[in-house]
């Protein structure tokens, strides 16, 4: 039997170049979803709803292909911080960031045919204490500009981070592990070695 085609419902470059380190090349087929939250709406609940929304809209009905979708979000104090729309809220979303731990939530969503396969990562990542000048060297960078809470954790912004507790790959936006073990469930043939 034929091994079903994988979809990344992404166009995010950090996501395929992660699932490139597991030898995975997927047809990239970014989702247009609107990622508003909801009045009300939990960061927890959020993250689940985008990533179903996101493998749903790429989703075809009839072909035989696993979609993988994801969402990422940076949450401190119960607030999701989502991309900065300017360097002056990126400055501000970094100071609050600042000397704490936030968390960064991922949900993923894989798809095939009427099954469907979901589940959260959760990682905890402590920030330095910032001075000004190193939140203006950070802005400098561009890094920030889009990015969920204003850093970069696969960039220069890994030196705004003390320590993490949880998956790296998650803060970059597709745990690996976890990623793994759905794309099993689903039925892709993922970290076997080729056959001779």
């Known amino acids: 039997m034929a091994e ?5 419902a992404s166009g995010s ?33 959020l993250v689940v709803r985008l990533a179903d929304a996101k493998a749903r809209a790429v989703q075809h009905p009839t072909a035989d ?3 993988l979708a994801a969402d990422t979000i940076v949450v401190l104090d119960d607030q999701a911080l989502g991309k900065p729309r300017d360097d002056a809220e990126a400055a501000a979303m970094l100071r609050r960031l600042s000397g704490r731990t936030h968390e960064v939530l991922t949900a993923l969503a894989v798809h095939r045919g009427p099954r469907h396969h979901r589940t959260t990562v959760t990682t905890q990542v402590r920030f330095r204490a910032l001075t000004d000048t190193e939140v203006a060297w950070y802005l400098a960078t561009g890094e920030p500009r889009d990015k969920a809470g204003a850093y970069a954790l696969q960039g220069a912004g890994a030196a705004l981070v003390d320590h993490l507790d949880g998956s790296d790959t998650n803060v970059i936006g597709l745990p690996l592990a976890t990623t793994v073990q759905l794309l099993r469930r689903a039925g892709l043939d993922v970290l076997t070695p080729p056959a001779i």
């Open 13 to 45: 470059p950090r996501r395929a170049d992660l699932l490139a380190r597991l030898g995975l090349d997927p047809e990239i087929r970014p989702a247009a979803v609107d990622e508003t939250p909801l009045a009300g709406e939990p960061p927890l609940e």
């Open 65 to 67: 292909e696993v979609v």
């Open 4 to 8: 079903p085609r994988l979809v990344l």
